[in-house]
C-alpha cells in the first residue's frame, strides 16, 4: 500500500517569505504526484501534478514542485508567498498502473501573516 | 469549462436517517471517485467507477453503497447515518482511456451534517 507524509503541519510565513512544503510518498512502483490546494470551505484544486519527464514541474499561482525519485519526495516551493495563499495544502499520489484513487498525505495549514 | 458538479451542497440529516449524494463528473470523463473529508482530516477514498462498474473500494462503511448510471452521474447512497459520518464527501473525475491519463478533478463538495 502507497502512503504520503506531510511532516510539517502547520507553517507560518510572512508575505514575501519563500516557501518549502515536504512531501514524501512511500511506494516501489511507478507515480503519479500530485498536490492540491484548499481554501477554506472550498474544493480541491490542482497546483501541479508529476506524471512522467521533467521532474521540475510548475503549475499554477507560482508554485513548483520537484520529484526526487531516490529520495521519494516531491516537495512544494514557493519563492515569494502572498497573503492569498492561506491555504491548507494536500500532496497525493496515485498509482497509474492499477488502482488511480488519490492517497493523501494530511495536510500542510500554511498561514501567510499580511 | 465544465466541472464536476455535486448536489446538494449541504445536507441536514437526523441519526439513523438516510441520505444520497449526487455528483455529475465532467463530460467524457470515464472515471468517477467518492472520498470522504472529516473535519481537520485529509480525504479518505471511499469507493470508485470505470465506466460505470465498480473498480475499487476504500474505507467505504457497509452502510454506504454507491453506483454510477447509464449517463455517468452517481450516487452515494449513506443508510443509518451516525453522527460520525457528518463530513464533507468529494466527488472526483478523470479521464484513464486510452492510455492517455488526466489528473483528478474536484467537485465543490457536500457537505453532512447528522445530529
Known amino acids: 500500500a502507497q502512503s504520503v507524509s506531510q511532516h510539517n503541519h502547520h507553517v507560518i510565513l510572512s508575505e514575501a517569505a519563500s516557501l518549502e512544503l515536504g512531501c514524501n510518498y512511500s511506494y516501489g512502483g511507478t507515480v503519479n504526484l500530485f498536490w492540491y490546494v484548499q481554501y477554506p470551505g472550498q474544493h480541491l484544486q490542482l497546483l501541479l501534478k508529476?506524471?512522467?519527464?521533467?521532474?521540475l514541474v510548475k503549475g499554477i499561482k507560482g508554485f513548483e514542485a520537484e520529484f526526487i525519485k531516490s529520495k521519494f519526495s516531491f516537495n512544494l516551493r514557493k519563492p515569494s508567498v502572498q497573503w492569498s495563499d492561506t491555504a491548507e495544502y494536500f500532496c497525493?499520489?496515485?498509482?497509474?498502473?492499477?488502482?488511480?484513487?488519490?492517497?493523501f498525505g494530511s495536510g500542510t495549514q500554511l498561514t501567510v501573516l499580511p | 469549462a465544465a466541472g464536476v458538479i455535486q448536489s446538494p451542497r449541504h445536507l441536514i440529516k437526523e441519526k439513523r436517517e438516510t441520505a444520497t449524494l449526487k455528483c455529475y463528473p465532467i463530460?467524457?470523463?470515464?472515471?468517477v471517485y467518492w472520498y470522504q473529508q472529516g473535519p481537520g482530516q485529509d480525504p479518505q477514498f471511499l469507493i470508485s467507477?470505470?465506466?460505470?462498474?465498480?473498480?475499487d473500494k476504500g474505507s467505504i462503511p457497509d452502510r454506504f453503497s454507491a453506483q454510477q448510471f447509464s449517463d455517468y452521474h452517481s450516487e452515494l447512497n449513506m443508510s443509518s447515518l451516525e453522527l460520525g459520518d457528518s463530513a464533507l464527501y468529494f466527488c472526483a473525475s478523470s479521464w484513464r482511456r486510452g492510455g492517455l491519463e488526466t489528473e483528478a478533478f474536484f467537485g465543490q463538495g457536500t457537505r453532512l451534517t447528522v445530529v
Open positions: 463530460p467524457r470523463h470515464d472515471t
Open positions: 467507477f470505470y465506466e460505470k462498474m465498480q473498480s
Open positions: 497525493a499520489v496515485n498509482s497509474p498502473g492499477s488502482a488511480r484513487q488519490l492517497t
Open positions: 508529476y506524471f512522467s519527464g521533467d521532474p
